[in-house]
């Protein structure tokens, strides 16, 4: 590969990255504002659950026709369309003043974005066909989690300075800057050649959805579905506990922070240490020490959560990481966009049911029960990981 090649692929990277920065950090940014919109307009845990589930739905719903879109259009096109709807639809958030203007608000957001993590994955996996995957792939997750940390840790620093309303407005403006910058850089900018690999390397394409071995598929999605839907679980309903403890709500949004940030270094982390030690015992490794920390949170004294959230951060976003990678493993080169497409629009789906039905059993059987049960979920993928093909564990 020449330097021109590999400067190219450079830009690349960074174009995508930049772009799951801001998506990722304006769709957590919803987790701290969420107990501020519940005290003013007097919602339920069920109202709460319907926000996140809806935001989250919306990306889901999307996501696969996005893909396909992205598959005539160019991913930049569609990436850089969602980011001004993103920044829209929070724009819009910070004017709504009733429940179904705020619902309009996120279902805005979210749905014109849907399909940021599907394309950009699909694209980053054939631009490093040859080598590098991986490291690609973690350097765009990780860019994610760095946006979780960087830009709720602005607006909660905002909501003390100016209240959420005005928080919410200063970060959608500057999306729509950050959108346009963006934009400029990248519209000429051409797709460098997906694979390099001599013709006889590459791998045959599979038949209908380039879905090599289903089986591994089914396992490893099986293995998403359930590890997101109690990561969104515990998001939602997390501040809500630490409110519990006695944690002051100017101080919530820099506890879940702390867990970001803890999540950004988990993201980068478990991509390296799958390379390593295989994906099989990672997601063994990080769902069982999901599990405890989240009890740990439950039961631990306030001064002890401190510490524990960048902990927990680190495992219960580890597994996503491994998992992302591998798709790509099982999927075709040529069927990748849609692949991906339909591995994010099933567990994003799984994630956007979650926090629904938490909300009804929170409002039922308390925030203990909440808490508790999430934890307990994580563990259910351990014995199904053993069904994950050997090409993929090691």
């Known amino acids: 590969m020449n330097i021109t090649e590999k400067g190219n692929r450079a830009r690349y990277l960074f174009s995508f990255c930049a772009f799951h920065f801001l998506d990722d950090g304006f769709a957590d940014s919803i987790y701290l504002l969420l107990p501020f919109i519940a005290a003013e307009l007097h919602l339920s845990f069920s109202q709460v659950g319907l926000l996140k589930g809806v935001f989250s739905a919306s990306m889901s719903l999307l996501q696969f026709p996005l893909s396909l879109l992205g598959e005539k259009a160019g991913e930049i096109t569609v990436i850089v369309g969602g980011t001004f709807g993103l920044a829209g639809g929070f724009l819009l958030l910070s004017m709504a003043f009733t429940f179904p203007a705020i619902l309009f608000s996120l279902i805005l957001a979210k749905e014109t974005n849907a399909g ?199 495992v219960l976003n580890g597994t996503s990481s491994v998992l992302y990678a591998t798709v790509a493993e099982i999927i075709s080169p040529a069927g990748r966009s849609r692949g991906y497409g339909l591995y994010y629009a099933i567990t994003l789906g799984a994630g956007a049911i979650s926090p629904i039905l938490y909300g009804l059993l929170t409002d039922s059987l308390g925030l203990s029960f909440t808490i508790i049960s999430t934890g307990l979920m994580a563990l259910i993928t351990i014995p199904l990981s053993r069904y994950l093909s050997k090409n993929t564990a090691t």
């Open 116 to 314: 940021q993590h599907g394309l950009g994955s699909s694209a980053l996996s054939r631009v490093f066909e040859e080598s590098g995957r991986r490291a690609a792939m973690g350097t765009y997750n990780f860019s994610g989690d760095m946006g979780k940390v960087c830009l709720p840790f602005l607006v909660a620093l905002m909501i003390n300075l100016w209240g959420w309303r005005e928080a919410v407005f200063t970060l959608s403006i500057g999306g729509f800057v950050a959108g346009a910058v963006l934009w400029i850089l990248t519209r000429k900018q051409k797709p460098p050649s997906p694979l390099t690999l001599p013709q006889e390397k590459l791998p045959l394409k599979a038949p209908g959805w380039g879905i090599r071995d289903r089986k591994s598929f089914s396992a490893l999605l099986t293995i998403g579905v359930i590890d997101i839907s109690a990561r969104m679980a515990l998001l939602t309903f997390l501040p809500f506990l630490l409110l519990h403890k006695g944690i002051e709500a100017s101080q919530v949004g820099f506890a879940l922070t702390l867990l970001f940030a803890g999540g950004a270094v988990g993201k980068f982390a478990c991509g390296v240490l799958a390379e390593w030690f295989g994906v099989i015992p990672m997601v063994v490794a990080t769902e069982a020490l999901t599990t405890a920390g989240i009890l740990s949170l439950f039961w631990a004294p306030l001064a002890a959560v401190w510490i524990l959230l960048p902990l927990v951060g680190v």
